[in-house]
């Protein structure tokens, strides 16, 4: 199993940023996948589940609305789009594959809203 993450940067409060994880070594279409974050000092969040079929939503209220998470299946590929970036948003972001003990992650990308 390989995930890759990409896409993220500095974006200013209010701007937008989408986020990619590039997947390998498993059948990608048949699994619910994640995308979690932890922000500096904190704990992991998970902010995005996403089944097969591409339905997503949100675990918290905050982003709701703001986050949304889709997959395309033919190219093996997790996204998640973020609108309305919160300085709070800042984190490093990693999707995630229920295979394997834990589960298994790529190796994050960073997200910072700053002005």
């Known amino acids: 199993v390989q995930l890759v993450e990409s896409g993220g940067g500095l974006v200013q409060p209010g701007g937008s940023l989408r986020v990619s994880c590039a997947a390998s070594?498993?059948?990608?279409?048949?699994?619910?996948m994640s995308w979690v974050r932890q922000a500096p000092g904190k704990g992991l969040e998970w902010v995005s589940p996403?089944?097969?079929?591409?339905?997503?939503?949100s675990y918290a209220d905050s982003r709701k609305g703001r986050f949304t998470a889709s997959r395309d299946n033919a190219k093996n590929t997790l996204y998640l789009q973020m609108n309305s970036l919160k300085p709070e948003d800042t984190a490093v972001y990693y999707c995630?594959?229920?295979?394997?003990?834990?589960?298994?992650w790529g190796q994050g990308t960073q997200v910072t809203v700053s002005s």
């Open positions: 996403i089944n097969s079929g591409g339905g997503s939503s």
């Open positions: 070594g498993f059948t990608f279409n048949i699994y619910y």
């Open positions: 995630n594959v229920p295979i394997g003990v834990g589960g298994s």
